[in-house]
């Protein structure tokens, strides 16, 4: 019987060495990356929300606070929260 160690030493001998070549994006589907890739400016460009909840003024919590409003991914609220409210806010909205 092999080890795990020879099995996958066996199985890795096998597999062709990748090919190193450029392509463009839109030729890329089905492709792995063969090296790191940095964006190069953050995306999105704003503070979002990293999952749903509400945003509130720090100074006023605890407290039972009024619903201003929603902001949902892809909505960007202008609008500052106001005194003695919270906004609901879901994942990928941005910061109020």
């Known amino acids: 019987m092999l080890s795990v160690a020879d099995?996958?030493?066996?199985?890795?001998?096998r597999v062709?060495?990748?090919?190193?070549?450029?392509v463009a994006l839109d030729a890329a589907l089905g492709r792995v990356?063969?090296?790191?890739?940095?964006?190069?400016r953050a995306l999105p460009g704003f503070d979002n929300s990293a999952m749903d909840?509400?945003?509130?003024?720090?100074?006023?919590?605890?407290?039972?606070?009024?619903?201003?409003g929603i902001v949902a991914a892809g909505e960007p609220r202008t609008a500052?929260?106001?005194?003695g409210h919270v906004v609901r806010i879901f994942t990928g909205a941005p910061l109020p």
Do not use: I, Q
């Open 80 to 83: 500052p929260v106001p005194p």
């Open 7 to 13: 099995a996958l030493a066996a199985v890795l001998a």
């Open 53 to 68: 909840g509400y945003a509130a003024r720090s100074a006023e919590l605890p407290s039972t606070l009024a619903l201003a």
């Open 33 to 40: 990356l063969a090296s790191d890739l940095a964006a190069p």
């Open 16 to 22: 062709p060495k990748p090919v190193l070549e450029t």
